[in-house]
């Protein structure tokens, strides 16, 4: 189970402080497909991004399986996010100067328990599940940019995450490529029993969610 | 499948490696301070060690700056003070050492016997035997043109410039043996020329063959005894004050001074020596405050790509390990550099001021192979010091910052 509780973020900027995220509760049960809907700056990439383990909470608890991730360490809310988070941005994330199997390993490798294995054998299989085997010792820079998505999946499925937390995943690809890539996230969610959280604008992606989180003005609308 | 797994170390290595690359323009000139700075701190240690050690012979050659005598003993003024004159007077050896006195750098007692018929040159001929203590020496020893290929021992001579016999052979001394260890170079004082030199347990040995006033031996041929102190005065110290200073600390003494303006050159060079390494610190710490700025910037502009690593679980350290490994890399590279270059500006100086030294007569004497070595090593590692340091700071405020507000950042 995921849960927030009374969860708020606020940036201090030139012009005072901003309230991103207002005191939100929110439950999603483990394995349910969740969509995040929103007007733009609605405050869903703060909450996604403070889910993840990447943006400290100003205020408020997220729960994962009743532990407080907030009130790890640094060094075991790096584990946490290794092992249990998947991230995938709204950009293209991958590290230019790494070949896409390496970057699609390097989570597993981070840990030196995961990284006993068949880490690269592993990177290829999934590589080569999103259609991406004929790439693995490409450059980020020599694919496209539907194929770097498909390869940020990938290393956010390396380690087998708990959960998978998608921002705008397909924001700037083409009807065919999103599609696609949509299939592979609500594949991984329905196959290997992933939490995904999704972000979109998509209304009739949302729809297909079994729960849907509105936000508006960084609260839960619905 | 990928045919060329990596580990973790390489891949983060690999990493840095490949950022080096990033901003070829930048990195250079990275590189070329570091390696300016670097080659100006091995150069420069090198070569004032070097010339340091050539003033230490060439100014020990000078004689000292002071010498010691019982306040009655007669004294040739010479140019150089490099032995004291015969006396029936005496010193206790130990006498200037307990002193302890802060305007004096190091001092060197002799023993001096002048005696007849004791088997060197012809029958009448009166022979100066000079005892002096090898490790306190610094008037003798800096003179020997030819020597044996070992450590002086007991039972050796060393000869003035004017006298003369095959290096290793014996020399009877009132009928004892002794071999010839060295040869002395000419001076100009006459008692540093005719002398024939010998340690103190050498001289001492030899006393119960030297007949003195009354049949006994000569008073400073026994232990603990002097016939007086050569001095060499401490950098900041005149000789004004040094002898002030003795008299004032020892009853029944002669202070002799030397050429004072030897002294004051010694020590002008010296200061001129701390002024060049205060110039080389301060090169070094300028690069150093330069590659910090650039490590600044470099951070700033991959707080992405951190921010990416921390958002996959990569650990602080991780991050911070990852930055040090590329700083040292380049300012590693640019230290062996400076050190390469500095070898080749010493071979430029070996070819053209050296050699024209060595024709004028003036050695230059070069620090040995095993120090030049680890002045390079040094060099080095003190440019990868400063990489780790410069990038340290960003690195780590970089690090502390949460994955997601590194991920927004431009750059």
């Known amino acids: 189970?995921?849960?927030?509780?009374?969860?708020?973020?606020?940036?201090?900027?030139?012009?005072?402080?901003?309230?991103?995220?207002?005191?939100?509760?929110?439950?999603?049960?483990?394995?349910?497909?969740?969509?995040?809907?929103?007007?733009?700056?609605?405050?869903?990439?703060?909450?996604?991004?403070?889910?993840?383990?990447?943006?400290?909470?100003?205020?408020?608890?997220?729960?994962?399986?009743?532990?407080?991730?907030?009130?790890?360490?640094?060094?075991?809310?790096?584990?946490?996010?290794?092992?249990?988070?998947?991230?995938?941005?709204?950009?293209?994330?991958?590290?230019?100067?790494?070949?896409?199997?390496?970057?699609?390993?390097?989570?597993?490798?981070?840990?030196?328990?995961?990284?006993?294995?068949?880490?690269?054998?592993?990177?290829?299989?999934?590589?080569?599940?999103?259609?991406?085997?004929?790439?693995?010792?490409?450059?980020?820079?020599?694919?496209?940019?539907?194929?770097?998505?498909?390869?940020?999946?990938?290393r956010a499925l390396i380690n087998e995450p708990q959960v998978l937390l998608a921002d705008e995943p397909t924001s700037d690809l083409d009807e065919q490529t999103e599609i696609e890539i949509m299939d592979e996230l609500l594949g991984v969610n329905r196959e290997l029993g992933t939490t995904l959280l999704l972000v979109t604008h998509n209304l009739a992606l949302a729809e297909q969610a079994e729960q849907i989180v509105h936000i508006a003005n960084g609260a839960v609308v619905t | 499948m990928a045919r060329r797994p990596r580990g973790?170390?390489?891949?983060?290595?690999?990493?840095?490696?490949?950022?080096?690359?990033?901003?070829?323009?930048?990195?250079?000139?990275?590189?070329?301070?570091?390696?300016?700075?670097?080659?100006?701190?091995?150069?420069?240690?090198?070569?004032?060690?070097?010339?340091?050690?050539?003033?230490?012979?060439?100014?020990?050659?000078?004689?000292?700056?002071?010498?010691?005598?019982?306040?009655?003993?007669?004294?040739?003024?010479?140019?150089?003070?490099?032995?004291?004159?015969?006396?029936?007077?005496?010193?206790?050896?130990?006498?200037?050492?307990?002193?302890?006195?802060?305007?004096?750098?190091?001092?060197?007692?002799?023993?001096?016997?002048?005696?007849?018929?004791s088997g060197i040159g012809s029958h009448h001929d009166s022979v100066d035997l000079i005892g002096f203590e090898p490790a306190r020496d610094f008037t003798i020893q800096p003179w020997l043109v030819?020597?044996?290929?070992?450590?002086?021992?007991?039972?050796?001579?060393?000869?003035?410039?004017?006298?003369?016999?095959?290096?290793?052979?014996?020399?009877?001394?009132?009928?004892?043996?002794?071999?010839?260890?060295?040869?002395?170079?000419?001076?100009?004082?006459?008692?540093?020329?005719?002398?024939?030199?010998?340690?103190?347990?050498?001289?001492?040995?030899?006393?119960?063959?030297?007949?003195?006033?009354?049949?006994?031996?000569?008073?400073?041929?026994?232990?603990?005894?002097t016939t007086g102190f050569l001095v060499e005065l401490a950098p900041d110290a005149t000789a004004l004050q040094a002898r002030f200073a003795i008299l004032s600390a020892l009853k029944g003494v002669k202070v002799v001074s030397g050429d004072s303006s030897l002294g004051g050159i010694r020590q002008g060079l010296a200061a001129l020596l701390?002024?060049?390494?205060?110039?080389?610190?301060?090169?070094?710490?300028?690069?150093?405050?330069?590659?910090s700025v650039l490590f600044s910037a470099i951070v700033t502009e991959r707080r992405r790509e951190l921010g990416l690593l921390k958002a996959i679980g990569a650990r602080r350290a991780q991050v911070l390990g990852m930055m040090v490994s590329e700083a040292v890399l380049a300012t590693g590279l640019g230290g062996l550099l400076g050190v390469v270059l500095g070898v080749l500006v010493l071979r430029l100086y070996e070819h053209s001021l050296v050699y024209y030294l060595d024709r004028v007569g003036v050695p230059f004497l070069w620090i040995d192979a095993p120090t030049m070595l680890a002045y390079a090593v040094a060099a080095i590692a003190m440019a990868s010091v400063i990489g780790a340091l410069a990038v340290l700071y960003p690195a780590w405020r970089a690090s502390r910052r949460d994955a997601y507000d590194l991920v927004r950042s431009e750059g």
């Not at chain 1, 439950?27 to 993840?52: C, E, N």
């Not at chain 2, 070569?47 to 306040?71: C, H, K, W, Y």
């Not at chain 2, 701390?274 to 590659?291: C, H, K, N, T």
């Open chain 2, 146 to 225: 030819e020597k044996v290929n070992r450590e002086l021992r007991r039972g050796d001579v060393i000869l003035g410039a004017a006298r003369d016999a095959p290096l290793g052979s014996e020399l009877l001394i009132f009928g004892k043996p002794h071999t010839v260890y060295g040869r002395l170079a000419r001076t100009g004082v006459g008692t540093h020329e005719r002398g024939v030199f010998m340690s103190f347990a050498t001289l001492e040995a030899l006393a119960p063959a030297i007949p003195g006033d009354g049949g006994a031996p000569p008073a400073v041929l026994a232990p603990g005894k």
């Open chain 2, 274 to 291: 701390d002024g060049i390494l205060a110039l080389m610190v301060l090169m070094f710490a300028s690069s150093a405050l330069m590659v």
């Open chain 1, 1 to 154: 189970m995921l849960s927030c509780r009374h969860l708020r973020k606020s940036y201090a900027t030139e012009r005072g402080t901003v309230v991103a995220v207002e005191g939100i509760d929110l439950d999603v049960p483990a394995g349910r497909f969740a969509a995040v809907i929103g007007r733009s700056g609605s405050g869903k990439s703060s909450l996604m991004a403070m889910i993840g383990g990447l943006s400290r909470p100003s205020n408020g608890q997220v729960l994962v399986d009743s532990m407080d991730i907030w009130s790890l360490s640094d060094a075991e809310l790096a584990r946490f996010r290794n092992g249990r988070i998947g991230f995938i941005f709204q950009f293209a994330s991958l590290l230019p100067t790494l070949r896409l199997v390496d970057n699609v390993a390097l989570p597993a490798m981070l840990d030196h328990k995961r990284a006993g294995g068949d880490v690269y054998g592993r990177a290829a299989t999934l590589l080569a599940r999103l259609g991406l085997g004929d790439h693995l010792d490409a450059y980020p820079t020599e694919v496209s940019a539907g194929e770097q998505r498909r390869a940020v999946i990938a």
């Open chain 2, 8 to 117: 973790l170390r390489w891949l983060l290595l690999g990493l840095a490696l490949q950022n080096l690359g990033r901003r070829k323009a930048r990195m250079l000139f990275l590189i070329a301070a570091v390696a300016l700075g670097s080659g100006v701190v091995f150069t420069g240690a090198t070569l004032m060690q070097s010339i340091n050690r050539s003033m230490t012979a060439g100014f020990t050659r000078m004689g000292a700056d002071l010498m010691v005598v019982p306040e009655g003993a007669l004294t040739n003024i010479t140019a150089a003070l490099l032995v004291v004159e015969p006396t029936d007077l005496v010193l206790d050896a130990d006498a200037l050492g307990k002193a302890r006195l802060s305007s004096v750098r190091r001092s060197a007692a002799q023993k001096i016997v002048r005696v007849q018929h």
